[in-house]
């Protein structure tokens, strides 16, 4: 009986080719173009977008300063955008965010704490969950176009690190530099929520993003927040 | 957008009240001859000039107007959402459509998996060759007496390259006009034009690139910013002008897709583009377009203004393989029409700022037939512009067979001057059970051909409108086998083999 199984499933598992060529150099089945519900223009699309930003602006104290350009932003997810009409669409954002704040080492430092280090990094893991609204300008084709986003997104702190480095320690370590990783750190809060402003040319978008809700958690109220404000950059990939 | 809340926008008019218009005063001697060649009647409503109170009502309210069109009756103008309501208010207003200025074709250096030693000058002989130079050569047609309208990003060096100073020393170009800045110098600019250009009428002591080294010319710069920025309205008003020059042929390397477009609106209805180009075509012009490079993109499909109607679009081949090249866009036009009519080398010598250099894209292929088409039309100036088209459709290395990435092939200059030379049965088909077998008779020898001997093959829906095509490399007496039950009886199964071209029903009981 095996055997005739067998036979079966080869026959419907690997069906009559409509032809056996030689080599193929080109192929095509050609279908007469039609309008689709998924486009850049469509009623519906969705793209990956890759970015970069820089965290900005001046932190709640002294004594929680950053070293901008150093402290940088990194984003990789998936856009999906509504067409509601050709100039209003809207849609969400999901995100997987890194954030490394690069804090300035002074006598001033109390962020997390006054120890001074070679150099001394906290870095945020996060995934993310956004919703936008989107103005486009402009007649188009099959194009994303001219647009304006303004949006809103929820934070969740998957990791916190903070991650220190130093040279000239213990010789006993046979080592001249060391690295030092501190986890779960229980003065950051593990959600939070921001505001967010772009504009875009195609693929193309400038991105501002406002954290609403502080850093560090109420239980510490010692710990000032560090800048809430990223400039960006970002790619579309479609 | 030209001001806050304004922008450029076309102004159609309803009709063209009665005026004076003296078509010997319009037109250029050249123009009249063409029409009357052709038995055309010597200006129809689309020439009359638009009416002068049409124009300044519309000044009136929305300022200072850009662009006329005779073709479209139209005119543009910069105008903000409240001028536009009141211009549709004008009861000779019959619409108002946005101007586009978008992205068109973009020039890309394309690499294909075949090596070249950087020899132009083998490339040149080659990219002639393909399309049978020689014979032209030998009849001493070089496109003289044809007037050929060139419309790109600018030509700068024409007025000085070694490479044109044939066309300068006799006095061949006959107009030229800057539609981007409003002045007749179109000597800047981008190169690409002065590319195209090249690949029509390029010439010096060392090669030929083009075909119509003896034609005239004139020159309009259509494109701001060369590719990729461009406006159809200089297009549209380049045509006007060209057919008011007495063009025979406007080539064009310009073309617009997603920017603006939906794949489903190119059906030569649509776009403005196409729609002027097939009023020129109606004028007797022949208007011949690139096809596209947007083969390999998500796009896939042809531009406008090569989805129009009754022009000759032009796809893209490599000139080492005869086969289409991988960024060539594809047809058919979004209502079925066979697109690309004929194709040509798009991997050309062309001329560059110092010396000849090998460049990418149907932007090449297109003058490349531009300068074919014109020998044909010396060769017989009684044909109109539509029996030259068909004509070099027939010309075409697959004739009869097509496909949407080749058309009916590479035209041949041969086919004009000597009958087909009939060969044996080189293939058969044949139904073997449920199966279509395609049987080669006899290998052929190891011969270096022109075009290599690819075969070719499709199956067409009744209408003509092709289900599937495809090009397959001959290493065995069988190269084909085709399963009848995936086929519907209607299906014809077309089959091209080294210039003979069979086809069958694919109903097993009809064989």
């Not at chain 2, 461009?230 to 008011?244: F, I, L, T």
């Amino acid at each position: 009986m095996k055997p005739l199984i067998y036979a079966i499933l080869i026959i419907f598992l690997f069906p009559v080719p409509e032809a056996f060529p030689q080599e193929v150099l080109l192929e095509k089945e050609v279908e007469l173009p039609r309008r689709t519900d998924f486009g850049p223009n469509s009623r519906r699309f969705s793209h990956f977008y890759l970015g970069f930003g820089f965290p900005a602006g001046p932190s709640e104290f002294e004594g929680a300063g950053i070293r901008h350009i150093r402290s940088k932003e990194a984003v990789a997810g998936r856009r999906f955008k509504y067409k509601f009409t050709e100039i209003l669409a809207g849609g969400f954002d999901l995100e997987y965010r890194k954030t490394s704040f690069d804090l300035v080492q002074n006598a001033e430092k109390i962020f997390p704490n006054n120890r001074l280090h070679e150099k001394e990094l906290l870095i945020l893991h996060q995934a993310v969950a956004g919703l936008y609204f989107r103005i486009n300008s402009g007649e188009r084709g099959d194009y994303m176009g001219t647009f304006i986003d303004l949006g809103t997104d929820a934070v969740w702190l998957v990791e916190g690190k903070h991650v220190v480095y130093n040279t000239g320690i213990d010789p006993a370590y046979e080592a001249v530099r060391s690295k030092t990783v501190y986890k779960k750190l229980k003065y950051l809060n593990s959600f939070f929520y921001g505001a967010k402003a772009r504009v875009g040319w195609n693929r193309y978008l400038l991105t501002v993003h406002y954290r609403l809700s502080p850093l560090t958690g109420e239980d510490y109220p010692a710990y000032p927040d560090l800048p809430r404000w990223t400039f960006g950059l970002q790619v579309g990939i479609h | 957008m030209h001001a806050r809340g304004k922008e450029k926008v076309w102004v159609v008019f309803t009709d063209k009240p009665s005026g004076y218009f003296d078509p010997a005063e319009y037109f250029d001697p050249h123009s009249l001859q063409r029409r009357v060649r052709q038995g055309l009647p010597v200006f129809d409503e689309a020439d009359l000039p638009v009416s002068v109170d049409y124009i300044r009502r519309v000044e009136e309210i929305a300022g200072r107007v850009e662009k006329v069109s005779r073709w479209l009756n139209a005119v543009t103008v910069y105008a903000g959402r409240k001028e536009q309501q009141a211009l549709h208010r004008l009861p000779f207003v019959a619409s108002i459509e946005p101007v586009l200025r978008v992205p068109a074709f973009s020039l890309k250096a394309y690499r294909q998996e075949v090596p070249w030693s950087g020899d132009e000058e083998v490339m040149a002989e080659l990219q002639l060759a393909l399309l049978d130079g020689d014979v032209f050569d030998s009849l001493g047609m070089d496109g003289r007496g044809v007037r050929i309208a060139v419309f790109d990003a600018g030509f700068p060096e024409v007025d000085k390259h070694s490479l044109f100073a044939h066309i300068r020393e006799e006095g061949r170009i006959v107009a030229t006009h800057d539609f981007v800045k409003g002045t007749d110098y179109v000597f800047s600019g981008n190169f690409h034009g002065t590319m195209v250009l090249s690949c029509i009428a390029g010439k010096n002591e060392e090669m030929t690139l083009g075909l119509a080294t003896g034609a005239e010319f004139i020159l309009a710069r259509t494109e701001q910013w060369g590719e990729p920025f461009s406006e159809e309205e200089n297009w549209v008003c380049a045509m006007e002008w060209a057919d008011r020059y007495g063009a025979d042929i406007i080539s064009s390397s310009l073309g617009y897709t997603f920017h603006r477009y939906f794949t489903d609106q190119m059906n030569g209805r649509v776009a403005m583009v196409s729609r002027a180009a097939s009023l020129a075509a109606r004028k007797g012009i022949l208007v011949v377009n690139a096809m596209g490079n947007a083969g390999a993109s998500r796009w896939e499909i042809l531009g406008a203004p090569a989805d129009a109607d009754s022009i000759l679009s032009v796809g893209g081949v490599d000139p080492f393989t005869g086969r289409h090249i991988a960024f060539s866009s594809f047809g058919p036009s979004a209502d079925g029409r066979l697109k690309p009519n004929v194709c040509a080398p798009a991997r050309a010598a062309v001329a560059g700022r110092r010396k000849v250099k090998t460049a990418y894209g149907t932007s090449f292929s297109t003058p490349l037939v531009t300068g074919f088409a014109a020998c044909v039309m010396q060769m017989h100036p009684e044909w109109n512009n539509m029996e030259l088209l068909h004509a070099m459709e027939r010309s075409g290395h697959l004739y009869p067979y097509y496909d949407y990435a080749h058309g009916y092939g590479i035209p041949q200059a041969s086919y004009f001057t000597k009958k087909k030379e009939v060969e044996g049965e080189l293939f058969t088909i044949s139904a073997d059970g449920e199966n279509l077998v395609v049987k080669i008779r006899g290998m052929p020898p190891d011969s270096a051909e022109k075009i290599p001997a690819y075969l070719y093959y499709h199956i067409a829906r009744p209408g003509g409108l092709l289900k599937k095509y495809a090009v397959i490399e001959v290493s065995d007496s069988i190269p084909l086998v085709i399963s009848a039950q995936r086929l519907n009886p209607d299906d014809i199964l077309r089959v091209y083999y080294r210039g003979q071209t069979r086809s069958l029903p694919a109903k097993i009981t009809d064989l």
